[in-house]
């Protein structure tokens, strides 16, 4: 059966052979679709990857921020029950409730104030500290973070040791606003991390209990987890528990959305180009019938079968779209050279070094999947334009073919 | 001896109204050589299309070797070509990019035949024309006779115990005309091959063993 099929396909290798001209111009049209596919894809994929190498190296991917989630009305509470199964979610390392308060100073400079329990906030941010220490459990400590730091010693004098004053604002009964008095000692200072916790001050959560008189819910949780690659399983955890997540994770996913919908618009364009190369092939099959109109129906006369013409028709045609798909997957594979050997010169030139060294040294990736559904396009495309006129060949009344009449 | 051909008030009417046959009835025995002679529109192409079944009949019926052929099965009609009867044409009918081997085994594909089994009946075939040292030649390198030859070789490869001949002289000289209705007769007589032999060159016809000739769709008695 297969000896058969190699038989049928090597004849119509030979009828291929025989048009060799027109074949080569078929097979270009072909090529030049799954080039334009493969080139498209590789170089949504080099963006799209390059574009995620660098958030992760600069993000703090593995840090997760989790917030109450209302929908249909209804706010999903973190409880502590909650907090307890998030310590017990897969690849999660390090759990931190905390509750949000805003204080401010004498000066009147706002203070975003975390209250987080010490060893938990350290186990999942690992603090440094480039002065002092951390506060102490019950204690009215706090610290502040690196820009809060520079700032408050800058304007207000403020130094790690200092008691200063922090200005609690409460409401009275009529709804007046009164600044309540609260002495604070600034205990350390943290590091510069290049996020948003260099502008917090930190404190502990019983003692920010106690300056509010009240035992707040959390309002958030930060959570660290074993690794990048394991960030978005553990975000799908928290949705599921009716929880919202933000983190440095979701500019991976607003780059894959945007790479997306970038994708699907240059698609069209290689598609089309795909459809052009396709009808290229209908065109070349169709005159191919009719100028062996005689051949397929003395083919015929000697005992083919209607489907031994289809199968003649249809292996011109695939192997046509072979052809063309290795052609094609070759001229993808020199456009992503050329991209990534002209191209970093041309974005430097253009958008300056910054810009650039966000694609990194591939500006475009090949991927074998792509060469792959590269050559599966080609194969498809090319059966696909071939059942017309295979169908028509079949049509054909011998006695009239041979004649030449048809 | 029992009939390779036989057919019964065979009828055809085309489409445009035209009757190409009317009621034939006609037994040709195994091994017969028959020339089947008449006039151009007589309807002597459309019997032998039917006979081997690229055509159908409006009405009668053919038996090909005592089997009544059905023109409604496909399948009945692709089995009958590919085993019982080798056409052989005017204009010889090769693929023109097969070389003289490969047309010869050409039919063969179609069969399940392997290549090797191809290859040696080919092989056999163009000796049996002494075109073995053509083999390799395409089409266009031979001449009219050679290609004649070759177009015979290719109707006897499927074993087929007829062959029908439309014009097979037409296109060629007087001396190769001679050389091709030999080899026919020689293959007629060596294996017993049933040849209808469509001609209107009534010189050729005393080759053949009777002569059956058609007129305006009839055979003339």
């Known amino acids: ?406 | 001896m029992s009939h390779a051909i036989q057919t019964q008030l065979l009828s055809k009417q085309f489409a445009n109204g035209v009757t190409a046959l009317s009621d034939i009835s006609i037994s040709i025995r195994q091994g017969e050589f028959i020339a089947l002679v008449g006039r151009s529109g007589s309807g002597k192409s459309t019997l032998m299309n039917i006979i081997g079944g690229l055509d159908s009949p409006t009405a009668g019926s053919v038996s090909i070797n005592g089997d009544t052929v059905n023109y409604r099965d496909r399948k009945n009609l692709i089995d009958l070509r590919r085993s019982h009867v080798g056409f052989v044409f005017q204009q010889f009918n090769l693929i023109p990019s097969l070389n003289a081997r490969e047309n010869v085994a050409y039919p063969l594909l179609f069969n399940y035949v392997t290549r090797e089994e191809r290859n040696l009946r080919a092989a056999r075939l163009l000796a049996l024309v002494g075109l073995s040292e053509r083999a390799d030649h395409l089409p266009h390198q031979m001449s009219g006779g050679e290609q004649q030859r070759v177009a015979i070789a290719r109707a006897m490869v499927g074993n087929s115990s007829i062959i029908l001949a439309d014009e097979p002289t037409g296109n060629l000289d007087s001396k190769t005309s001679t050389e091709i209705y030999e080899l026919m007769r020689s293959v007629n007589k060596e294996r017993n091959v049933t040849f209808v032999i469509v001609t209107h060159e009534r010189d050729l016809a005393s080759y053949c063993d009777r002569t059956i000739e058609l007129s305006d769709g009839k055979v003339v008695p």
């Open chain 1, 1 to 406: 059966m297969i000896a058969k099929e190699m038989d049928f396909l090597k004849m119509s290798a030979r009828q291929l052979n025989a048009k060799r001209l027109r074949v080569a111009l078929t097979v270009l049209g072909i090529a030049v679709g799954v080039a334009a596919v493969i080139g498209i894809f590789a170089l949504s994929d080099g963006i799209r990857y390059q574009a995620i190498e660098t958030i992760k190296a600069q993000a703090d991917l593995t840090l997760i921020e989790i917030h109450p989630r209302t929908s249909d009305g209804i706010t999903q509470l973190i409880t502590d029950t909650k907090v307890d199964a998030l310590r017990e979610t897969p690849h999660v390392t390090a759990v931190a409730p905390a509750f949000m308060d805003s204080y401010s100073t004498k000066k009147q400079t706002f203070l975003q104030i975390v209250a987080v329990r010490g060893g938990e906030i350290d186990k999942v941010l690992n603090l440094k500290y480039t002065s002092g220490r951390a506060f102490e459990p019950n204690a009215s400590e706090v610290v502040f973070g690196a820009e809060l730091k520079d700032r408050l010693q800058h304007n207000e004098g403020i130094r790690v040791g200092d008691v200063f004053t922090a200005l609690v604002r409460e409401y009275d009964a009529n709804g007046m606003p009164t600044d309540r008095q609260v002495p604070l000692t600034l205990t350390g200072a943290l590091g510069d991390r290049d996020d948003k916790f260099d502008r917090y001050v930190l404190i502990d959560m019983t003692t920010a209990s106690r300056i509010r008189n009240e035992q707040k819910g959390y309002d958030t949780v930060f959570v660290r987890v074993d690794d990048p690659d394991n960030v978005f399983p553990v975000v799908d955890e928290i949705s599921a528990q009716g929880l919202a997540a933000q983190g440095a994770f979701e500019q991976i996913r607003a780059v894959n959305q945007f790479m997306d919908a970038i994708l699907i618009v240059f698609m069209i364009f290689g598609l089309f180009a795909l459809f052009v190369g396709a009808l290229m092939i209908t065109t070349t099959m169709i005159t191919s019938v009719y100028e062996r109109t005689r051949e397929i129906g003395i083919t015929m006369a000697i005992g083919a079968s209607e489907a031994d013409v289809i199968r003649l028709v249809l292996y011109e045609c695939l192997l046509i779209g072979i052809i063309g798909g290795i052609v094609g997957i070759i001229l993808g594979f020199l456009f992503t050279v050329v991209l990534n050997t002209v191209g970093k010169p041309f974005i430097i030139a253009r958008m300056g070094v910054e810009i650039s060294s966000i694609f990194g040294n591939e500006i475009a990736k090949l991927s074998p999947g792509m060469v792959a559904a590269g050559m599966a396009i080609a194969m498809v495309f090319s059966i696909g334009a071939g059942l017309y006129p295979a169908i028509k060949a079949t049509r054909l009344n011998p006695v009239e073919a041979i004649r030449g009449m048809t």
